[in-house]
Structure formats: structure tokens, C-alpha cells
């Protein structure tokens, strides 16, 4: 994950900036629409997204997007079932605005706040606010992903049908920890926290901050869990070894983060993990040796461990995050 460009896609369906008052896709509700501010870029955003849909859509050539989320709600907001906010780089998304605007979209159920392409902000320095007021306007809200941490909060929610939560970034606030594990979540299937690293806002501790997660009462339905991008992967591992959500997990991703030969002996050494479907330390410091291991000992797991680190800067002493800044 990176965000050099827009996304191209988001749940299942292809992204599509939205120009106020432009009508040019034959089903609205098939696409994932993407409002962000126009006249920022000369020329338009220069990122591959945007240029391969100016070339693939002639018409909004000489056109500036816009955050026009009334013109929007207008126009599609009894249709649309997928929203992207690209905004975040200066300040905060309005949340509130955001928050009255889906409340008049019935069939939205997936929503992402914070698609600001590298050029524009790096993913730590995208802002966010407190973002609680989404999935309480939206009731039947399936998917909700939120990227940049600076000023996030998510104090606990209960919410019914929310399937799909996601918090990328640099590092992430221990009380957004606490309230995700604190939220009465009964329909959720995936979490997926990227946990950083403290010099960008990673607060969260393993201990106290993850304990609601990984006890996962409040999370009866959780099949895959992302505890991603930790720069104490080691004691990521070594918490997840006995930790009771993972009884229940059919997918348990660790990637991306600063994972040693001695996190990877913590997980051998918990609980089983044969009943896993897969499980992910892709970009990781382990041993040619422990990695092998890992796959001997969990042959029936789909084991990934791509992307090895020792000693790709000739310094097996340094270790570090997939996405830091």
C-alpha cells in the first residue's frame, strides 16, 4: 500500500472522479465515486490515476473536480453504494459534512476518507479528525477505511452491519486502539490496524491499548485480522501467540512490519496456528532458516514471507517499517 497515485479501485469497483454535473457512466452505483478539491494541480492531479482517466475521458479534459458533496448527493446520492473523500492534506476532512451527506445516501456501503496522493501530503501527514460520525450517519455501512492518522479518533461505537474496518498510516494512536477493541462490532469480519511506529503518532501499546482487540469479545464474527506495519513486530507476535481472537481467525496478517526470528519463534511457540488459512509476515528480518521453519511447521497454512529485509541495506542490526512517513 502507498499512495503515489489515487486508487484505482475501492470495494470491489472501479474508482471514478466525480464532476458536478457531468452524467457520463452508464450505472452510477457501479462505480466507486471520488470527490477531491479541483484547481490544485495546473493541468490536472498529476498522479497515473488521473491521467489515464483524462486520456480515457476526453470530456473532463478542461474540468476541475470538486468537493460539491450537496451537488453529489443530488445528483447521485439515492445510487450510489461506494464514496472515496480525497482530502487530508491540509486540514481535516470535514467530518460532519461528510457525515450529513451520507446520511442521505441509502445504498452507500463502503466508504473511504483520506485518498491524498504522496505529492500532495505523505500518508503520516495526512490529518483526520474524529470519525465516529460516519458509520453512526450511515446505519447499513459495510466497509469503512480511514488513511492518515494525525488528530484521528475513534472513540467506541456499536455499529450492526459495519463488515470491514481499516486504519492505514504511519502510527496509530493508542485511544484509537482502545476504542476500536472497546466498539460492539457483532457483523465484522476484517480489521486491519497499521500500527507504525512512534515517531509518527504509533502510541498504540500492545498491552493495554490492543487488549480489547485481541480478546475480541465484542468481535464474535472476526475471520481476518491485520496488525500490520508494527515496528514492535516482535511483541505484536508475541501477544497474538496467546491471544483468544485468534482461535477464531481464518487469516492473521503481520506484514509489512519489523518481524525477527524472535517473533517468529513466539508465534511457533503459542498457541496452534494450523487451523489458519493463511498468514502474512511479508516484509519481514527473519533468517533464511526460521522462515523455512515457519513453513515446515505450518504446512498447511498458506505461510507468506516475501519480501525478506536482513541485510538489503548491509545493516542486519537496523530494522524498519514498510510505511513509515
Not at 26 to 40: H, I, M, T
Not at 222 to 238: F, K, M, W
Not at 272 to 286: A, I, K
Not at 287 to 314: F, W
Request: a negative charge; aromatic letters at 6%.
Amino acid at each position: 500500500m502507498d499512495n503515489d497515485d489515487h486508487l484505482r479501485s475501492f470495494a470491489g469497483l472501479p474508482a471514478l472522479e466525480y464532476f458536478p454535473g457531468l452524467a457520463d457512466t452508464p450505472d452510477p452505483a457501479a462505480v466507486a465515486w471520488r470527490l477531491s478539491y479541483g484547481g490544485l494541480w495546473s493541468g490536472g492531479c498529476p498522479c497515473s490515476t488521473c491521467a489515464d482517466d483524462r486520456r480515457q475521458r476526453p470530456e473532463i479534459a478542461d474540468l476541475s473536480g470538486g468537493m460539491d458533496l450537496d451537488e453529489f448527493v443530488a445528483q447521485y446520492g439515492d445510487v450510489a453504494t461506494a464514496l472515496i473523500i480525497a482530502d487530508g492534506d491540509e486540514d481535516a476532512p470535514d467530518i460532519e459534512r461528510i457525515a450529513a451527506a451520507v446520511a442521505k445516501m441509502p445504498r452507500l456501503r463502503a466508504l473511504f476518507v483520506g485518498d491524498v496522493i504522496d505529492r500532495a501530503a505523505q500518508i503520516s501527514w495526512v490529518h483526520q479528525a474524529d470519525v465516529t460520525p460516519l458509520p453512526a450517519a450511515a446505519p447499513r455501512l459495510e466497509h469503512l477505511q480511514v488513511r492518515g492518522s494525525d488528530g484521528l479518533e475513534f472513540p467506541a461505537v456499536r455499529h450492526e452491519h459495519l463488515r470491514r474496518l481499516v486504519f492505514e498510516g504511519g502510527g496509530l494512536p493508542g485511544p484509537v486502539a482502545r476504542g476500536v477493541g472497546a466498539s460492539d462490532l457483532p457483523a465484522l469480519e476484517h480489521l486491519e490496524l497499521y500500527l507504525g511506529t512512534e515517531w509518527y503518532g504509533g502510541s498504540a501499546t500492545i498491552v493495554d491499548d490492543l487488549a480489547g482487540v485481541l480478546a475480541g469479545d465484542r468481535l464474535p464474527k472476526l475471520r481476518y485480522l491485520g496488525l500490520r506495519n508494527a515496528e514492535l513486530a516482535d511483541e505484536v507476535a508475541a501477544a497474538v501467540s496467546h491471544a483468544p481472537v485468534v482461535a477464531r481467525l481464518e487469516e492473521l496478517d503481520l506484514s509489512l512490519g519489523a518481524l525477527s526470528d524472535a517473533g517468529a519463534e513466539a508465534l511457533l511457540a503459542g498457541q496452534p496456528l494450523t487451523h489458519l488459512r493463511r498468514l502474512s509476515v511479508e516484509h519481514h528480518f527473519l533468517t533464511d532458516d526460521m522462515a523455512a521453519q515457519l513453513d515446515e511447521q505450518l504446512a498447511g497454512v498458506d505461510v507468506d514471507t516475501s519480501d525478506p529485509q536482513l541485510g538489503v541495506d548491509g545493516d542486519s542490526d537496523e530494522r524498519y517499517i514498510s510505511i513509515s512517513e
